[in-house]
């Protein structure tokens, strides 16, 4: 048997460990509801995770697409990126499926195919992890580009006021551009 | 190799598991992203307010009074007796969890002590060490815990995590209120003066200026004729709006949100379009006032007196320019005080009329007492009686979803007047799922005074649930606008959308009406409000 | 192992050994635990009761909150939810009668299912209201049952329930349908505190302490009617019963150990009531978010401490910013 079969075979217990791991990452009562609320409106966390995770999953033994596998990856990174994770917290979880992986083909680890196959595997979680970097750091510039949009516009609007006050306005600034 | 850690046991000294204790003992931890600045003392003296000074929340120091102890235990106890729900609450929640995952910062954040139930027990573990005799005896173990330091910090960051929203309410089978609770609890807390700036500095600028931005009268008039250009570009008309008109028909009362800020002033271009028009048609005559130029009341989310004292304008103004009654615009909180406090802080409006729309003879029986309509209610029975001539084409370039705010939803319950309106200025209108609309809407996680810049994570967590329903009928139906009646929401959704479906704009209901109204004499109309070609105009807009 | 549930697990275990050892031990205790103690628990949960209620109606009701759960009355075309949202207090009473003999609002928990045609529908989340609702009927049924050892002779509604209850007699000869349902449905309301972690998390000793006894109390109330062992005798419990009522007290021959368990637990509860969140029971009458009418802007509600507030004038305003008013066009009241 080879070890893509062996994986597909092992898919759904291999994605369900690995969507465990993540939402271990969060406080233990908070878990829970995370892994059983299966409403996706009502925990778009737990599900916007878990479907990330298959695809994501799936996506090992295609061609790596970058774009698919960002489309896969976005979401939970996006949630990530906001919540109270250090980086390192926020990405660990992809490194995490080697683990899980490797536990799942210990046998098949013996022969020597399925070995450079697993090897293979990994270092496709790896590009995995770096594009997980770039979503992530994508993510937290929009979000203090966010703030500083904010503070930018409470500035001029501040500044606008002064100038009024001044009562010398020709030029007022256009803020609806600011926004 | 075998000196090396196994990954197991090095991400176990990684700590990548939140260590479990019970809430009693997990203490407070104050991140940056998900708290808003300290209040400006400045602001805190304007009102005069107490134990005004300069504090910072990361500090060890908050810098309280010697007895705030005293101060927070005296202020309990009179509110216990001034407000039955506070109560009521503290006594009977026997904590079924029903409430525990209806929150969109629970659902966002993840943090146990975001559930409502445990946001409530914060404050009632003090209310039973501090009044009751079980909690006095048994103490820990009966759920009572003495007010700390930590506690207090503990109060002041989760009430600040709280957008008095209501969801949690509409579950409880007691009916208990975290809203209630956080108003509550956020007066007690400005006792000791700690409040946020994104509150305390609105509620003084519009003590002093009557608006929240401080915007002095002349230069509201200056944005307002401002917006007359632009229209003037767009339609080729000259409006001109009334201010602080003695004798009109109406005063119009909107936040200053819509003034000052994108995508609200488009929403105010056309509160003015549709006065134009009615004026125009039917002789109506609406006035703006600069004194009581703030529909919206961040003092409701400071302290039941400092929510009168700032609402007290629009009586006054009324009164003195001596209107029939008072239309209000788009906004959340500031119909949550109209429609269930006004009237009983500030009223009996007896110098008012009952509301009657002139134009179509309608009773607005429903607002008798209080004398003002919401502009929904309003525009929607002049669709219905066609008084309005609309051409909803001019919005086909628009897949509309409406966002039900908090307040209209769950402390009005407006919820079929907006999409009527909608539904008649649009062609294109697509509800997002049942659970997270009309009574069960998801909060835009940035109200009650939350939507500041320093916070965006907590903004963005918290709004989290009401994106993901939005993504899902952007997905679903190609929906590229978000309506809704709220300036706190044209403020927040903005950023949300951003980070979350950025294909999706934002607009007020107001607008979609404004591009769908034919004015008379208006010249051919390329673009919309924003001045973004209509369909079919693309190529007339570039010339 | 969590205090929470321990202490209070602990404590209904010495309750029920000190109440059946000690009634067997002696007459005097008899009398103590049938007479004494269920006198007083009486007397405390009347007083304690009334004193919780008259407190919280003590207590102002300054303004309308009610949370509005439908469609508003509003314009005549559009039809307002009259009970999610009730204008009338017509309306009111509906809601109110809906929360408390349905639970309303825990009904409303839905949840939302797609499909694998991407068909969304809805699905109520039901074991949390279903529970408790099995819970807080049979658990009234079961009082109301009761009530044949407190009159003579019983009326006639109550042996219609009674016979009702006990439809399932055909095949368990004497089994009560709201005894095992009362029993079944604490058992869990408790399990579901203990395997749920987010209500777990929550879960104070006060939570468990009254599920444990009311445990305690259906288990024992079902032994000594089942098991042959301790089977009571119907009559002497009577007896004893009536006695209570008629100010009579008297401890008949014939009951022993656990019908005193039983009447010790029913002491405690009742006892215990008006000190905890068992008063929800009281409290969900007062609930100013469920009892207060929605029509806010139709009829004014009086605030009874409403008091006058420093506000900044339109004078003061005016004498603030008079001159840039002018100067801009903006009319003014003082030249």
Same mark, same amino acid.
């Given at each position: 048997?080879?070890?893509?079969?062996?994986?597909?075979? =092992?898919?759904? /217990?291999?994605?369900?460990?690995?969507?465990?791991?993540?939402?271990?990452?969060?406080?233990?009562?908070?878990?829970?509801?995370?892994?059983?609320?299966?409403?996706?409106?009502?925990?778009?966390?737990?599900?916007?995770?878990?479907?990330?995770?298959?695809?994501?999953?799936?996506?090992?033994?295609?061609?790596?697409?970058?774009?698919?596998?960002?489309?896969?990856?976005?979401?939970?990174?996006?949630?990530?990126?906001?919540?109270?994770?250090?980086?390192?917290?926020?990405?660990?979880?992809?490194?995490?499926?080697?683990?899980?992986?490797?536990?799942?083909?210990?046998?098949?680890?013996?022969?020597?195919?399925?070995?450079? /196959?697993?090897?293979?595997?990994?270092?496709?979680?790896?590009?995995?992890?770096?594009?997980?970097?770039?979503?992530?750091?994508?993510?937290?510039?929009?979000?203090?580009?966010?703030?500083?949009?904010?503070?930018?516009?409470?500035?001029?609007?501040?500044? $606008?006021?002064?100038?009024?006050?001044?009562?010398?306005?020709?030029?007022?600034?256009?803020?609806?551009?600011?926004? | 190799?075998?000196?090396?850690?196994?990954?197991?046991?090095?991400?176990?000294?990684?700590?990548?598991?939140?260590?479990?204790?019970?809430?009693?003992?997990? %203490?407070?931890?104050?991140?940056?992203?998900?708290?808003?600045?300290?209040?400006?003392?400045?602001?805190?003296?304007?009102?005069?307010?107490?134990?005004?000074? $300069?504090?910072?929340?990361?500090?060890?120091?908050?810098?309280?009074?010697?007895?705030?102890?005293?101060?927070?235990?005296?202020?309990?106890?009179?509110?216990?007796?001034?407000?039955?729900?506070?109560?009521?609450?503290?006594?009977?929640?026997?904590?079924?969890?029903?409430?525990?995952? $209806?929150?969109?910062?629970?659902?966002?954040? *993840?943090?146990?002590?975001?559930?409502?139930?445990?946001?409530?027990?914060?404050?009632?573990?003090?209310?039973?060490?501090?009044?009751?005799?079980?909690?006095?005896?048994?103490?820990?173990? /009966?759920?009572?815990?003495?007010?700390?330091?930590?506690?207090?910090?503990?109060?002041?960051?989760?009430?600040?995590?709280?957008?008095?929203?209501?969801?949690?309410?509409?579950?409880?089978?007691?009916?208990?209120?975290?809203?209630?609770? !956080?108003?509550?609890?956020?007066?007690?807390?400005?006792?000791?003066?700690?409040?946020?700036?994104?509150?305390?500095?609105?509620?003084?600028?519009?003590?002093?200026?009557?608006? =929240?931005?401080?915007?002095?009268?002349?230069?509201?008039?200056?944005?307002?004729?401002?917006?007359?250009?632009?229209?003037?570009?767009?339609? *080729?008309?000259?409006?001109?709006?009334?201010?602080?008109?003695?004798?009109?028909?109406?005063?119009?009362?909107?936040?200053?949100?819509?003034?000052?800020?994108?995508?609200?002033?488009?929403?105010?271009?056309?509160?003015?379009?549709?006065?134009?028009?009615?004026?125009?048609?039917?002789?109506?005559?609406?006035?703006?006032?600069?004194?009581?130029?703030?529909?919206?009341?961040?003092?409701?989310?400071?302290?039941?007196?400092?929510?009168?004292?700032?609402?007290?304008?629009?009586?006054?103004?009324?009164?003195?320019?001596?209107?029939?009654?008072?239309?209000?615009?788009?906004?959340?909180?500031?119909?949550?005080?109209?429609?269930?406090?006004?009237?009983?802080?500030?009223?009996?409006?007896?110098?008012?009329?009952?509301?009657?729309?002139?134009?179509?003879?309608?009773?607005?029986?429903?607002?008798?007492?209080?004398?003002?309509?919401?502009?929904?209610?309003?525009?929607?029975?002049?669709?219905?009686?066609?008084?309005?001539?609309?051409?909803? &084409?001019?919005?086909?370039?628009?897949?509309?979803?409406?966002?039900?705010?908090?307040?209209?939803?769950?402390?009005?319950?407006?919820?079929?007047?907006?999409?009527?309106?909608?539904?008649?200025?649009?062609?294109?209108?697509?509800?997002?799922?049942?659970?997270?609309? $009309?009574?069960?809407?998801?909060?835009?996680?940035?109200?009650?005074?939350?939507?500041?810049?320093?916070?965006?994570?907590?903004?963005?967590?918290?709004?989290?649930?009401?994106?993901?329903?939005?993504?899902?009928?952007?997905?679903?139906?190609?929906?590229?606008?978000?309506?809704?009646?709220?300036?706190?929401?044209? /403020?927040?959704?903005?950023?949300?959308?951003?980070?979350?479906?950025?294909?999706?704009?934002?607009?007020?209901?107001?607008?979609?009406?404004?591009?769908?109204?034919?004015?008379?004499?208006?010249?051919?109309?390329?673009?919309?409000?924003? &001045?973004?070609?209509?369909?079919?105009?693309?190529?007339?807009?570039?010339? | 192992?969590?205090?929470?549930?321990?202490?209070?697990?602990?404590?209904?275990?010495?309750?029920?050994?000190? &109440?059946?050892?000690? &009634?067997?031990?002696?007459?005097?205790?008899?009398?103590?635990?049938?007479?004494?103690?269920?006198?007083?628990?009486?007397?405390?949960?009347?007083? *304690?009761? !009334?004193?919780?209620?008259?407190?919280?109606?003590?207590?102002?009701? %300054?303004?309308?909150?009610?949370?509005?759960?439908?469609?508003?009355?509003?314009?005549?075309?559009?039809?307002? #939810?009259?009970?999610?949202?009730?204008?009338?207090?017509?309306?009111?009473?509906?809601?109110?009668?809906?929360?408390?003999?349905?639970?309303?609002?825990?009904?409303?928990?839905?949840?939302?299912?797609?499909?694998?045609?991407?068909?969304?529908?809805?699905?109520?989340?039901?074991?949390?209201?279903?529970?408790?609702?099995?819970? =807080?009927?049979?658990?009234?049924?079961?009082?109301?049952?009761?009530?044949?050892?407190?009159?003579?002779?019983?009326?006639?509604?109550?042996?219609?329930?009674?016979?009702?209850?006990?439809?399932?007699?055909?095949?368990?000869?004497?089994?009560?349908?709201?005894?095992?349902?009362?029993?079944?449905?604490?058992?869990?309301?408790?399990?579901?505190?203990?395997?749920?972690?987010?209500?777990?998390?929550?879960?104070?000793?006060?939570?468990?302490?009254?599920?444990?006894?009311?445990? *305690?109390?259906?288990?024992?109330?079902?032994?000594?009617?089942?098991?042959?062992?301790?089977?009571?005798?119907?009559?002497?419990?009577?007896?004893?019963?009536?006695?209570?009522?008629?100010?009579?007290?008297?401890?008949?021959?014939?009951?022993?150990?656990?019908?005193?368990?039983?009447?010790?637990?029913?002491?405690?509860?009742?006892?215990?009531?008006?000190?905890?969140?068992?008063?929800?029971?009281?409290?969900?009458?007062?609930?100013?978010?469920? #009892?207060?009418?929605?029509?806010?802007?139709?009829?004014? =509600?009086?605030?009874?401490?409403?008091?006058?507030?420093?506000?900044?004038?339109?004078?003061?305003?005016?004498?603030?910013?008079?001159?840039?008013?002018?100067?801009?066009?903006?009319?003014?009241?003082?030249?």
């Amino acid at each position: 048997m080879g070890l893509a079969e062996i994986l597909e075979q =092992h898919k759904g /217990a291999i994605v369900n460990k690995w969507f465990q791991t993540v939402i271990e990452t969060y406080p233990q009562d908070t878990a829970r509801f995370l892994k059983n609320r299966k409403d996706q409106f009502a925990n778009p966390v737990g599900s916007t995770t878990l479907r990330g995770l298959q695809g994501l999953f799936d996506s090992l033994f295609t061609d790596l697409n970058r774009e698919q596998i960002i489309g896969y990856l976005d979401p939970i990174i996006r949630i990530r990126a906001v919540q109270d994770f250090t980086p390192s917290q926020a990405l660990a979880f992809i490194f995490e499926l080697k683990t899980i992986l490797r536990k799942r083909i210990n046998q098949a680890l013996d022969d020597k195919n399925a070995r450079r /196959a697993c090897d293979q595997l990994e270092s496709r979680i790896d590009i995995i992890g770096l594009i997980a970097f770039d979503i992530y750091m994508q993510c937290r510039e929009t979000i203090f580009s966010l703030r500083t949009n904010d503070e930018h516009r409470k500035t001029l609007q501040t500044f $606008k006021r002064a100038k009024l006050i001044v009562e010398d306005s020709d030029v007022q600034p256009n803020l609806k551009s600011v926004t | 190799m075998s000196d090396l850690l196994t990954p197991e046991e090095m991400k176990a000294n990684l700590d990548y598991h939140t260590p479990h204790s019970g809430w009693m003992n997990t %203490p407070v931890n104050i991140r940056k992203g998900m708290y808003c600045y300290a209040s400006n003392p400045k602001s805190v003296e304007t009102l005069g307010l107490p134990n005004a000074r $300069k504090w910072n929340p990361m500090e060890e120091d908050w810098e309280l009074p010697e007895n705030w102890q005293q101060i927070l235990h005296e202020g309990f106890k009179e509110r216990l007796e001034r407000f039955r729900s506070i109560k009521v609450f503290m006594d009977i929640c026997v904590r079924c969890g029903a409430c525990s995952d $209806k929150c969109h910062f629970f659902i966002g954040t *993840g943090d146990p002590k975001n559930m409502p139930v445990l946001r409530a027990e914060l404050l009632r573990s003090v209310y039973r060490n501090d009044f009751t005799r079980f909690g006095k005896i048994f103490g820990k173990l /009966a759920g009572a815990r003495p007010m700390t330091a930590n506690v207090l910090k503990e109060w002041w960051y989760y009430l600040f995590q709280c957008t008095e929203c209501r969801r949690c309410s509409l579950f409880c089978p007691y009916g208990i209120d975290t809203a209630e609770i !956080t108003i509550f609890g956020r007066e007690l807390l400005n006792l000791l003066g700690l409040n946020i700036d994104w509150i305390a500095t609105p509620v003084a600028n519009c003590y002093r200026t009557g608006n =929240h931005l401080g915007i002095q009268p002349h230069a509201y008039k200056d944005m307002l004729d401002f917006f007359v250009d632009d229209i003037e570009d767009i339609t *080729g008309l000259r409006l001109e709006p009334n201010f602080n008109k003695k004798g009109a028909d109406i005063l119009f009362i909107t936040p200053s949100g819509d003034v000052f800020a994108d995508p609200g002033t488009y929403t105010c271009m056309g509160y003015m379009m549709l006065f134009h028009y009615l004026k125009e048609k039917y002789g109506l005559d609406v006035t703006w006032s600069t004194y009581a130029s703030e529909g919206g009341n961040f003092g409701f989310f400071t302290a039941h007196e400092v929510m009168k004292r700032l609402n007290a304008k629009m009586y006054a103004e009324a009164k003195r320019l001596g209107v029939k009654w008072i239309l209000g615009g788009e906004c959340g909180h500031m119909w949550r005080v109209i429609h269930q406090y006004m009237d009983t802080m500030n009223g009996p409006a007896d110098f008012l009329e009952e509301p009657v729309s002139p134009i179509t003879g309608t009773k607005f029986e429903n607002a008798k007492s209080t004398k003002m309509v919401h502009i929904t209610e309003f525009t929607a029975d002049l669709i219905k009686h066609n008084k309005l001539e609309l051409d909803p &084409s001019r919005n086909d370039h628009l897949k509309v979803t409406f966002h039900d705010s908090c307040n209209p939803s769950r402390g009005m319950g407006m919820f079929e007047e907006p999409r009527y309106v909608i539904k008649n200025v649009c062609n294109h209108f697509y509800d997002m799922p049942r659970n997270t609309i $009309k009574e069960q809407t998801f909060c835009c996680g940035s109200g009650s005074g939350l939507n500041a810049g320093e916070d965006m994570e907590l903004r963005m967590m918290g709004g989290l649930p009401r994106a993901n329903a939005v993504r899902h009928v952007h997905e679903k139906h190609g929906v590229n606008i978000l309506a809704n009646v709220c300036a706190v929401d044209r /403020a927040a959704l903005p950023a949300l959308m951003e980070y979350w479906v950025p294909e999706v704009d934002v607009t007020g209901t107001t607008e979609l009406v404004a591009n769908a109204l034919l004015m008379p004499g208006e010249k051919k109309r390329t673009t919309d409000l924003r &001045s973004e070609p209509l369909p079919g105009m693309e190529e007339e807009a570039d010339e | 192992m969590n205090v929470h549930y321990i202490f209070p697990f602990l404590v209904v275990c010495v309750m029920f050994l000190i &109440s059946y050892f000690l &009634s067997e031990a002696a007459t005097g205790f008899k009398y103590l635990f049938g007479v004494v103690i269920p006198y007083l628990a009486i007397l405390t949960f009347v007083a *304690g009761v !009334t004193y919780r209620m008259m407190n919280w109606a003590k207590s102002a009701v %300054p303004f309308r909150i009610p949370t509005t759960a439908g469609q508003q009355k509003s314009l005549p075309w559009i039809k307002p #939810n009259q009970f999610d949202n009730p204008s009338s207090k017509f309306g009111v009473l509906v809601r109110m009668l809906l929360e408390i003999l349905v639970f309303r609002s825990l009904f409303r928990n839905t949840k939302f299912r797609m499909s694998e045609d991407a068909q969304s529908s809805y699905e109520m989340e039901k074991w949390l209201w279903l529970g408790a609702l099995v819970f =807080h009927w049979a658990f009234l049924v079961t009082l109301v049952r009761h009530l044949r050892f407190f009159t003579e002779p019983v009326p006639q509604a109550l042996m219609l329930l009674e016979s009702l209850d006990g439809f399932m007699q055909v095949m368990l000869p004497g089994l009560m349908l709201s005894g095992v349902a009362l029993l079944a449905a604490a058992t869990y309301l408790f399990l579901r505190r203990i395997f749920l972690p987010q209500v777990k998390y929550i879960s104070l000793s006060s939570d468990y302490f009254p599920l444990f006894l009311i445990i *305690g109390i259906a288990a024992s109330g079902i032994l000594m009617r089942y098991v042959p062992d301790l089977k009571i005798d119907v009559t002497a419990a009577k007896e004893l019963s009536m006695g209570l009522v008629t100010l009579r007290p008297t401890i008949p021959e014939g009951v022993d150990g656990i019908f005193f368990v039983h009447v010790f637990m029913v002491s405690a509860l009742l006892a215990y009531f008006p000190f905890s969140k068992l008063m929800h029971l009281g409290g969900i009458f007062l609930s100013p978010t469920r #009892n207060t009418t929605t029509n806010t802007r139709e009829a004014r =509600h009086v605030n009874p401490w409403n008091y006058p507030v420093k506000v900044h004038t339109y004078d003061e305003y005016e004498d603030d910013f008079r001159e840039k008013m002018i100067e801009a066009g903006l009319p003014v009241e003082k030249e």
